[in-house]
């Protein structure tokens, strides 16, 4: 499901796994990503979300 929402608000993505930090600089620097950039800055955004959700994932297997 984090997945799926990371592929249209990859801030609000990140915000849901606990890194507020890093949500809240995402968001302060995709809103004029993709204005500026008319969505080719988009799927940087979508890769970090994915690997921080994949990272969550690992570190709970790992039982950190």
Do not use: C, K
């Not at 249209?8 to 500026?36: E, Y």
């Amino acid at each position: 499901m984090l997945y799926v929402l990371a592929l249209f608000l990859p801030p609000l993505s990140i915000l849901l796994i606990g890194r507020w930090f890093v949500a809240l600089i995402t968001l302060l620097i995709w809103i004029p990503a993709i204005f500026f950039s008319g969505g080719l800055t988009h799927p940087m955004f979508i890769i970090l979300a994915w690997i921080l959700i994949f990272q969550r994932g690992a570190d709970r297997r790992a039982g950190l």
